[in-house]
């Protein structure tokens, strides 16, 4: 065996990743205006219309869990590229990605005051085993994808009758809740930063994204070391080569097919395992269609291009969703919690992403990078 070098080849911007970057971040805003923020009141709903379950049933299938999922896939690729920048240098990126995570982390717990459902510390937690997977060569590498995919917790619990007791997700879940429903903007702050990170943590256990998640990390890593995203031809081994843009047909087809199979598959018993699959290959479906459509396609790279914008401000944007999201939907802010049905809150979530789309073509005319991004970019190598 043998530790993975860099192939010394140029790592050049990926507008397709900034794409789905942008995709992802706006799912991600408008699953969650979906749930209210986390808020499921049992009270009343003022404002509903009798298509709200239909749409409620779409977008759960469309977004949920996936929209966080092509943000960790993506989350491993930019770290392959800055680490194989630094390798290309002769440097170590180990230690100064490892003072990148702590950053985040930091950016996690300013999110986590206003929203209790924040990814970017377990994303900090999830992003240190990277280092040492970063080293591995491409086949373990592929292996250990494929042990995280079919969901190992889930497996060995269904295998040996065992089950996870959430109880005290529920009830982690039951307090903050009363919180968001009638407490105070600070009553908020204190009970989403001291639980927020546990709930959070708990959550991805029930449902799967435990494994599903570090596998989507290690997925993008491995993508960005065989340049899968660019539209060149991709050397395996020492004898063949086979066209990138084969391989994501390839995904589209293949996931495509499973999905629709497993559509109208009843699991059962088998939920717990095979539903965190499911949603796996609806990821991979979307994912290879967008990669497929944007060098298939010259409208759709002009469509598309207007969310590498909004991808391009990730973190400020799923920072202002939090900050917007909840003053909206909140007992502090405006309460729409109880006044919008679904669908009503699907057009909050779509003013919201049209919002901070027009806030990044504004922030772009004059500075290079977003605010966060840049204050990341600057802390990270401070020093250097």
């Known amino acids: 065996m043998y530790f993975w070098k860099t192939r010394n080849l140029p790592n050049t911007r990926i507008d ?6 942008g995709i992802a971040v706006a799912g991600i805003i408008l699953y969650h205006a979906v749930e209210h923020f986390d808020v499921f009141t049992k009270k009343t709903i003022l404002y509903s219309l009798p298509i709200d379950q239909m749409v409620g049933k ?3 299938w469309l977004l949920s869990g996936k929209m966080y999922g092509i943000f960790a896939m993506l989350f491993g690729l930019s770290f392959f590229i800055m680490n194989d920048n630094q390798q290309q240098k002769g440097r170590s990126f180990s230690g100064r990605f490892a003072w990148r995570m702590c950053l985040l982390f930091g950016f996690g717990l300013i999110n986590v005051a206003f929203y209790d459902g924040d990814i970017l510390m377990l994303y900090a937690v999830y992003g240190l085993l990277l280092i040492p997977i970063s080293y591995l060569p491409l086949r373990i590498v592929w292996c250990i994808i494929g042990l995280l995919a079919i969901q190992p917790i889930e497996l060995y619990c269904l295998l040996t009758g065992k089950t996870i007791d959430n ?4 009830e982690l879940y039951n307090y903050i809740l009363g919180v968001h429903e009638n407490g105070t903007f600070w009553e908020n702050v204190v009970a989403n930063l001291r ?7 708990r959550y991805n256990i029930f449902s799967g994204r435990l494994t599903q998640l570090l596998c989507l990390f290690i997925l993008g890593m491995q993508l960005g ?5 660019y539209p060149e031809r991709l050397r395996i081994g020492k004898h063949s080569s086979v066209a990138n843009l084969h391989c994501w047909h390839i995904v589209l087809c293949t996931s495509s097919v499973v999905v629709i199979g497993m559509s109208f598959v009843d699991f059962g018993k088998l ?9 796996l290959f609806i990821l991979l479906m979307i994912v290879s269609a967008v990669v ?13 291009h207007h969310l590498c914008v909004f991808g391009r401000m990730s973190l400020t944007n799923y920072l202002l969703q939090s900050i917007i999201g909840t003053f909206i939907f909140y007992d502090y802010g405006l309460a729409c919690y ?5 669908t009503y809150a699907v057009l909050v979530g779509l003013a919201m992403v049209i919002g901070q789309y027009a806030f990044c073509r504004y922030w772009f005319k004059h500075h290079p990078r977003g605010p966060l991004e840049g204050l990341w970019r600057k802390l990270t190598w401070i020093g250097k």
């Open 338 to 342: 109880y006044k919008l049905g679904i």
């Open 58 to 60: 779409t977008m759960a």
């Open 195 to 201: 639980y927020g990170f546990e709930l959070n943590f």
């Open 16 to 21: 397709v990743a900034d794409a789905l970057r």
């Open 292 to 304: 497929s459509a944007w060098y298939a396609f010259e409208g759709v790279r002009r469509v598309l």
């Open 167 to 170: 109880t005290t997700l529920f």
């Open 225 to 229: 070391r065989q340049r899968l995203f």
């Open 271 to 279: 939920a717990m395992w095979l539903n965190p699959v499911y949603n």
